[in-house]
């Protein structure tokens, strides 16, 4: 009895682990901008291309730009998590 409920103490914890260090991994790594830039259209090779140098640079592009259609599904969200990924101040 007493190993049994250890047992499932032991499992319980580890799938908990797992999903913990799942959030934590798929929030740093892969929002949604991540999905479309990649390759030669990667965020670090447009920011250098358009010489964005600032938070607000890249608010202004993406809100206001040629492809400002393209991102009308973004939310401040996804370009704050953008901004934080590129290091942009």
Known sequence: M???DLSLVI???TILSAIVLHQKGSQAET???L???KGKDSLENL???KGIKTADDLRRLVRQ???AGLHQTSTDEDLE???KYLNLK
């Open 2 to 4: 007493v190993l049994r």
């Open 11 to 13: 499992i319980g914890l």
């Open 47 to 49: 920011v250098s291309s």
């Open 65 to 67: 730009g040629p492809k």
């Open 35 to 37: 999905k479309c830039h």
């Open 31 to 33: 929002f949604k901008c």
């Open 81 to 83: 998590l953008a901004i």
